[in-house]
Nanobody, 121 residues
Framework: QVHMVESGGGLVQAGESLRLSCAAS????????MGWYRQAPGKQRELVAH???????KYANSVKSRFTISRGDAKSTADLQMNSLKSEDTAVYYC???????????????WGQGNQVTVSS
């Protein structure tokens, strides 16, 4: 079984920064990519940031140049540095990882429990 734990959410004022962290553990053979989606009430789920095992990064246009995603050396952790936060960034942020639990197993997406980020104006 795979366990996903994320942390780092909170309440900040506009213009301030937060860093989210995500860690995967358990029966893992490999992790090909990690990232975050966010979900705000009444809005579509949005892919915020994505990073592959090779270090390729993608960002939503709304956060590009403000957010930075990175992975640890073991490739089982990820961090999302969020700078210059805006009220529009308020949402629940869900970390994910694409994981194979065995060498020839199927690639599956696993999710963290979610972290509330609230940015006050």
């Amino acid at each position: 079984q795979v366990h996903m734990v994320e942390s780092g959410g909170g309440l900040v004022q506009a213009g301030e920064s937060l860093r989210l962290s995500c860690a995967a553990s358990g029966s893992i053979f490999s992790i090909t990519a990690m990232g975050w989606y966010r979900q705000a009430p009444g809005k579509q789920r949005e892919l915020v940031a994505h990073i592959t095992s090779g270090g390729s990064r993608k960002y939503a246009n709304s956060v590009k140049s403000r957010f930075t995603i990175s992975r640890g050396d073991a490739k089982s952790t990820a961090d999302l540095q969020m700078n210059s936060l805006k009220s529009e960034d308020t949402a629940v942020y869900y970390c994910y990882a694409f994981i194979r639990t065995e060498a020839m197993g199927v690639l599956l997406q696993y999710w963290g429990q979610g972290n509330q980020v609230t940015v006050s104006s």
